[in-house]
Each structure stands twice: as structure tokens, then as C-alpha cells.
């Protein structure tokens, strides 16, 4: 059974610092990993997706980044903004033919104007 | 493109009564997911379609959810009778194939009192 963990649940940061969230799963055996945000009393929003051949992709100030042997995921946001202010999520989606998209429980994450 | 599109973005209802939350996904979407989101957590997976078929549903109450998919477009997902701990945000995703890029409605806030 997939388990998401992702850490750390909270974080607080300075306006224009780069941050990194962390993710790993326990089932390596995975199609791709998606990383979410979501803001209060929204839906999710899709940011990026990695194939589980990929080792990182790339939008705007965002990295992610894929190490399907260890189980490992991060998302690097550069010179963080007041408004990337928000719950992002990490989800992989199993490789076997249940397809299911399993959630961590998320970080919060609050940028300091 | 339009997005996912889900119905009513509230709901509150007593304890015992019922109630259902409506889905269209993204027009050509084959996979279609309910999860449900309980607050602080990530959200879990209910039921998993693929066109009208289900492809896991290992994680839904069936003694009192239940879901369906007409025709393989719209989905419908019913609680009856519902629990105080129903009370979630229920979201309805949709994936052109399994594997590939979610993506996800607004969500129904559903209130149980």
C-alpha cells in the first residue's frame, strides 16, 4: 500500500528566499509523480508532472525533482513570493494497473511579505 | 479548454439525510476520480472510474456511498444516510488515461450537522 509522507507540514519564510519541500513514498514502483497547490477552500491546482523516466521538470520559478529509486521527490520554489503562499501537495501515481493517485497529507506553506 | 466541473460548491445537511454531488469532467477524460478531503489532510481516494467501469472502489463505505458514471461522462456520488464525520471536501478529478496529468474540480463542501 502506497504511503505519502511529506515534510515538513508547515513552513514560514521570508519573502524572496528559495525553499524546498520534501516528499517520499514507499512504493517506488510509480507512472509519475504530480506535485498540487491548493488554496483555501479551492480545488487543486496541477503545477508540475514528472514521468517516472524524468528526473526533473522545470516551470518558471519551479523544480521538481524525481529519485524513483529512493522513493524521493522535492520541489524547489526560487525567490518566493507573498502570493506562492499556499498548501502544496505531492502525489504518485502507481505503476501497476490500478493507476491510483495517492496524497500526502500536504505542506502549508506561508510566505512573509 | 473547459475544466472539471462539480455541483453544488455547498452543501449542509442534517445527520441521516442524504445527499449527491454531481461531476462532468474534462470533455475526452476516460479516468475519473472521487476523493474525498477531510480538513488538514490530504485527500483520499473513494472511487476510481475507467470510462464506465470501476476500477477501484476499495476505499469507499459502500453501506452508505455510492457512485456511478453514466455513459462513461458524468458522475454522480450519493451519501445515504450521511455521519457527522462526512462532513469533507469532496472533489471530482479527471485524467485523459490512467497514468497521465489530473486534473481537478473546485470541490463540494459538504456540512453535516
Known amino acids: 500500500k502506497q504511503e505519502v509522507t511529506q515534510i515538513p507540514a508547515a513552513l514560514s519564510v521570508p519573502e524572496g528566499e528559495n525553499l524546498v519541500l520534501n516528499c517520499s513514498f514507499t512504493?517506488?514502483?510509480?507512472?509519475?509523480l504530480q506535485w498540487f497547490r491548493q488554496d483555501p477552500g479551492k480545488g487543486l491546482t496541477s503545477l508540475l508532472l514528472?514521468?517516472?523516466?524524468?528526473r526533473e521538470q522545470t516551470s518558471g520559478r519551479l523544480n521538481a525533482s524525481l529519485d524513483k529509486s529512493s522513493g524521493r521527490s522535492t520541489l524547489y520554489i526560487a525567490a518566493s513570493q507573498p502570493g506562492d503562499s499556499a498548501t502544496y501537495l505531492c502525489?504518485?501515481?502507481?505503476?501497476?494497473?490500478?493507476?491510483?493517485?495517492?496524497f500526502g497529507k500536504g505542506t502549508r506553506l506561508h510566505i512573509l511579505p | 479548454e473547459a475544466g472539471v466541473a462539480q455541483s453544488p460548491r455547498y452543501k449542509i445537511i442534517e445527520k441521516r439525510q442524504s445527499v449527491a454531488f454531481w461531476c462532468n469532467p474534462i470533455?475526452?477524460?476516460?479516468?475519473l476520480y472521487w476523493y474525498q478531503q477531510i480538513l488538514g489532510q490530504g485527500p483520499k481516494l473513494l472511487i476510481q472510474?475507467?470510462?464506465?467501469?470501476?476500477?477501484?472502489d476499495s476505499q469507499l463505505p459502500k453501506d452508505r456511498f455510492s457512485a456511478e458514471r453514466l455513459k462513461g461522462v458524468d458522475s454522480t456520488l450519493k451519501i445515504q444516510p450521511a455521519k457527522l464525520e462526512d462532513s469533507a471536501v469532496y472533489l471530482c478529478?479527471?485524467?485523459?488515461?490512467?497514468?497521465?496529468?489530473?486534473?481537478f474540480g473546485q470541490g463540494t463542501r459538504l456540512t453535516v450537522v
Open positions: 514528472i514521468q517516472s523516466s524524468q
Open positions: 470533455s475526452g477524460h476516460a479516468t
Open positions: 478529478a479527471s485524467s485523459p488515461y490512467r497514468g497521465l496529468e489530473a486534473f
Open positions: 502525489a504518485p501515481t502507481a505503476g501497476n494497473r490500478d493507476d491510483k493517485i495517492i
Open positions: 512504493d517506488n514502483a510509480i507512472y509519475n
Open positions: 472510474f475507467q470510462n464506465n467501469g470501476v476500477v477501484d
